[in-house]
């Protein structure tokens, strides 16, 4: 059997296993257990397995994927999420659209804090969603606006599929962290402009005057010191050299278990929800690197992979048309997996393809620039349909509003993700600049 045809049946029978509602991990798993035997046996495989999860497992940088999410969970629970959204209605609520650009603001600032995109959805849509409605915006803005704002938790560090892409591609996190930070800005002040404009030529969205504007008090300004402080100890940190990410997420977890404290809303249940919730989402997500190891290493033992890199280089295309392939491939993808399975499973296979191209920078530019976009192209995947994990997840909260409505809604904010995937394509030095402040 050729090496391309057992790559097919790898990826068929993966397929195949999603399709029938197979948990993606599982998935992989087996697609990969399938491949591995008919190329190397069941001894080779149960060696494999022997070994691999330990050495994946016990790697220390992935220490930082629980800990941000404990910190995520920590001011989900903590009722930070609503001072954050007060303090930015009452900067955006004067505006015609201000209440769904507040809900932006918010979604921005809860996921410097978060790193996780569905989570960042769902706590502000909590929150959010109740007063959109009660001030007459539509269902369609509504939870459009907050489907797209929740893709901020992954684009404005910490992100953790972005940890994810640094531990695949043998990456520095602060400097991945650092470079995200300018997409992340745009991509909020993207979705702003879009909400702008969209409540303008699209009649009946938003109201045209917010006669209920909040007004801003000194109470709403103390409420969100806390996690203020808390972002700037991570951060500040983590760039001034005094400690390392994976030591910045634990202190930015114990710092954020205080400011709920001090804002008296972490209970004994909630505290518990928070590690419990912590260590479902981490065996998840490790679950799915297991997974992706065995079916990468699969594919790698059909050499296809190494193959097509050389076939793609031997093509003289220009390394953006490369790029540009890719991502479409991204975008096509979204459409039956979800964001971290997607760069578990293609980034051993396209990353040593960028690297064997010349793009005009240093190798470790063009890794840090190329996971800017694959970060950027994955959150599309968020809301496009036929999926779109934040469409789904937005919209079963909103029970009223047709699932039909929150994907128009999504619209203007994809033509905004697309705009900015373009800018940083074109011109990679837009996220890159800031690395020449970080040592």
Request: a neutral charge; glycine letters at 8%; proline letters at 5%.
């Amino acid at each position: 059997m050729s090496p391309l045809m057992l790559v097919l049946i790898i990826f068929a029978i993966m397929l195949v296993l999603m399709a029938v509602r197979v948990p993606i991990a599982a998935a992989m798993f087996v697609a990969g257990a399938v491949g591995y035997v008919m190329q190397a046996g069941w001894l080779p495989l149960s060696n494999f397995l022997n070994t691999q999860a330990f050495a994946r497992f016990a790697s220390y940088d992935l220490s930082v994927i629980p800990l941000f999410i404990l910190m995520g969970n920590f001011a989900t629970q903590g009722g930070i999420s609503k001072a954050l959204f007060n303090i930015a209605s009452i900067v955006m609520g004067r505006f015609r659209g201000g209440l769904a650009m507040a809900a932006v603001l918010a979604s921005a600032a809860f996921g410097s804090i978060c790193g996780s995109s569905v989570a960042t959805a769902a706590t502000i849509t909590s929150v959010a969603l109740p007063e959109m409605k009660r001030h007459g915006y539509s269902g369609r803005l509504a939870t459009g606006t907050l489907a797209a704002g929740g893709t901020l938790g992954i684009l404005i560090p910490p992100s953790v599929p972005l940890v994810i892409y640094a531990i695949l591609a043998e990456q520095n996190i602060a400097k991945l962290f650092a470079a995200a930070m300018v997409p992340g800005i745009i991509a909020m002040l993207g979705y702003m402009i879009a909400i702008a404009i969209y409540v303008r030529v699209v009649p009946g969205q938003a109201p045209v005057v917010d006669d209920d504007a909040p007004k801003l008090t000194l109470a709403a300004v103390l409420a969100i010191i806390p996690i203020t402080l808390v972002f700037f100890i991570v951060f500040g940190g983590i760039y001034g050299g005094f400690f390392t990410p994976t030591e910045g997420a634990a202190v930015g977890a114990a710092a954020t278990f205080v400011a709920a404290l001090i804002k008296r809303e972490m209970t004994v249940q909630k505290f518990k929800h928070c590690f419990y919730a912590t260590a479902e989402s981490a065996a998840m997500i490790f679950m799915i690197f297991l997974g992706a190891d065995l079916m990468n290493s699969a594919l790698s033992l059909t050499q296809v992979p190494a193959q097509l890199a050389s076939v793609v280089n031997g093509w003289g295309l220009s390394p953006l048309m490369v790029v540009s392939a890719i991502l479409l491939f991204y975008v096509v993808l979204g459409a039956v997996m979800d964001e971290l399975s997607m760069i578990l499973l293609t980034i051993p296979i396209f990353f040593p393809m960028i690297m064997g191209l010349d793009f005009g920078m240093s190798k470790e530019l063009t890794a840090i620039w190329f996971g800017i976009m694959v970060l950027m192209t994955v959150g599309f995947g968020l809301l496009a349909p036929p999926v779109g994990l934040n469409v789904y997840v937005v919209n079963s909260l909103a029970k009223d509003v047709p699932i039909s409505e929150s994907y128009k809604g999504v619209m203007p904010f994809l033509i905004s993700d697309t705009l900015r995937t373009l800018l940083l394509l074109f011109f990679p030095g837009i996220s890159l600049w800031v690395l020449q402040f970080i040592k």
